[in-house]
């Protein structure tokens, strides 16, 4: 089982920059995808971005192509998430999840199986 921690949240300007860290423990971290998720209020949680462990492919949301960049630190057992050119209707609650890599990096929250508790992103305009 691996344990998810995010960081990196706060409130920016928009128009500027946050990167967001999971940092995630367990004996197996390596056999797992992580995912990238947001939850706005009053809306549905909704994928941002997978990255593979083993090998570091990656698949984003359309709309967050160019904007945003999944990356990992083996060393560090660490999943980042960086976002530039933030928007106000970037203002979210973010989650880091993970799931057992097998098949495709998959968008669907319900493919996800651990999932940490989220870390506020506030864009001001």
């Known amino acids: 089982q691996v344990q998810l921690v995010e960081s990196g949240g706060g409130l920016v300007q928009a128009g500027g920059s946050l990167r967001l860290s999971c940092a995630a423990s367990?004996?197996?971290?390596?056999?797992?995808?992580v995912g990238w998720f947001r939850q706005a209020p009053g809306k549905e949680r909704e994928f941002v971005a997978a990255?593979?462990?083993?090998?570091?492919?990656?698949v984003y949301a359309d709309s967050e192509k160019g904007r945003f960049t999944i990356s990992r630190d083996i060393a560090n057992n660490t999943v980042y998430l960086q976002m530039n050119s933030l928007k106000p209707e970037d203002t979210a609650v973010y989650y880091c999840?993970?799931?057992?890599?097998?098949?495709?990096?998959?968008?669907?929250?319900?493919?996800?199986?651990?999932w940490g508790q989220g870390t506020q992103v506030t864009v001001s305009s």
């Open positions: 999840a993970a799931r057992w890599n097998i098949g495709p990096l998959f968008a669907e929250p319900a493919k996800y199986d651990y």
């Open positions: 367990g004996p197996t971290v390596t056999y797992y995808d």
């Open positions: 990255i593979r462990w083993s090998g570091g492919s990656t």
